[in-house]
C-alpha cells in the first residue's frame, strides 16, 4: 500500500471517532476505567510492598556481649560480624548508652534507678540490621558461631509476621490484578464488538464492492489506536493528580507516617515514566486489539 492510501486510510479512521462519537466515546469510557482499574491496583501494591519492606528496614537484631570481654576482643568481633553477607548496618551499643535507654522505657522506676548509684548492670552490644529478613534465622546462626556472646534479642515473632504478610499480599493482590486484567480484555472486547456492530452494514457494503479486508481494517485499527491512547493519557493525568492529592494527605497524618515512614511510600516521579508508557502501551493495545478481535466475524460476506 502507498503511503498516500496509508494517510487517507489514517485520516478515515480519525474521521470515523468524529462521525461515530457516541459509540466512540463509550469505547474510550470503557478503555479509560479499564486502564485506571489496573493502574490503581498496581500502584497500590507496589506502595503496600514497599511499606512492608519498610517496616522490614527497621528490623533491629542485638547482640550482647559477655562482661569480661576487653576493648580488643569487641573489635575485633565487629570485623567478624562485617564478613556476614546478610547484615546491612552494625552500630556499638554500649552499656552506658543501654541503661539510659532502659531509664527512658521505664520512667515510672526512677527511684529504683536512683538507688543504683553509678552501678551499670548492663552490658555491651551490637545493634545490627538485617538486609533480608527472609533468612534471618541462617543470620542468627551465623553469629552465634562467633566467641564472647552472652545472648541474642531478635523480634522473630514479628520477623514471620512479615513474612507472611508479604506474601499474603503478594498472592492476593496477584490474583486480584490478574482478574482485572482478564475482565478489563473482556469488557473493552464487547465494548468495540458493539462499535463495530453498529457499523456492520458499511463494512459489508465495502466488501460487497471489492474492497480487501486491510483496506477495512486499516481506518478501525487507527480509530482504535487513537481512542486507546486518549484513554491511556487521560487515566495517566487522572493517576497522577489523585496520586500526588493522596500522598498529600497523609503528609498531614503524623502518626500513620510514624508508622510506616514517608520514605516507604513511593513519589509517583520515581514511577512517572514507567506508569506512563504502561498506561499509553495499554491503552493502544487495548484499543487496537479490541477493533481487530472484533472485525473478523463482519469480514466474512
Known amino acids: 500500500m502507498k503511503f498516500s492510501g496509508v494517510r487517507y486510510l489514517a485520516g478515515q479512521g480519525v474521521e470515523n471517532i468524529w462521525k461515530n462519537k457516541m459509540m466512540a466515546f463509550a469505547s474510550f469510557c470503557v478503555l479509560l476505567v479499564s486502564i485506571l482499574l ?19 528496614d ?4 542485638i547482640v550482647y556481649l559477655n562482661e569480661d570481654t576487653t576493648n580488643e576482643e569487641v573489635v575485633e568481633f565487629r570485623s567478624k560480624l562485617e564478613q556476614i553477607d546478610n547484615i546491612s548496618s552494625i552500630s556499638f551499643y554500649s552499656k552506658e548508652q543501654a541503661f539510659e535507654d532502659l531509664k527512658e522505657s521505664m520512667s515510672d522506676y526512677e527511684m529504683l534507678f536512683d538507688s543504683l548509684g553509678d552501678d551499670n548492670p548492663l552490658i555491651d552490644g551490637y545493634r ?8 534471618i534465622s541462617t543470620t542468627i546462626v551465623e553469629i552465634n558461631e562467633l566467641d564472647h556472646i552472652y545472648s541474642i534479642r531478635a523480634p522473630m515473632d514479628f520477623v514471620n509476621l512479615l513474612t507472611e504478610l508479604r506474601k499474603t499480599v503478594s498472592i492476593i493482590f496477584g490474583v486480584i490484578i490478574v482478574a482485572l486484567v482478564a475482565i478489563s480484555v473482556v ?3 464487547n465494548a468495540t464488538k458493539a462499535s463495530v456492530f453498529a457499523r456492520r452494514e458499511e463494512i459489508q457494503i465495502m466488501k460487497y464492492v471489492g474492497a480487501t479486508n486491510s483496506f477495512i481494517c486499516f481506518p478501525f485499527f487507527i480509530e ?9 493519557g487521560i487515566a495517566l493525568v487522572i493517576t497522577w493528580l489523585g496520586y500526588d492529592s493522596l500522598v498529600g494527605l497523609l503528609t498531614g497524618q503524623t502518626d500513620i507516617l510514624s508508622v510506616i515512614g514517608m520514605g516507604s511510600i513511593i513519589p ?6 514507567k506508569v506512563t508508557i504502561a498506561y499509553l502501551l495499554s491503552g ?14 463482519h469480514l466474512n460476506v
Do not use: P
Request: hydrophobic share 50%; aromatic share 10%; charged share 15%.
Open 284 to 297: 493502544t493495545l487495548f484499543g487496537a486489539f479490541g477493533s481487530m478481535v472484533s472485525m473478523r466475524k
Open 128 to 135: 545490627i540490621r538485617i538486609d533480608d529478613i527472609s533468612i
Open 38 to 56: 489496573v493502574g490503581m491496583s498496581i500502584l497500590f501494591y507496589m506502595n503496600l510492598s514497599s511499606i512492608i519492606s519498610g517496616i522490614e
Open 224 to 232: 482504535g489506536i487513537v481512542t486507546g491512547l486518549l484513554a491511556g
Open 268 to 273: 509517583f516521579q520515581d514511577v512517572a515514566w
Open 58 to 61: 527497621k528490623n533491629e537484631v
Open 187 to 189: 469488557i473493552v472486547s
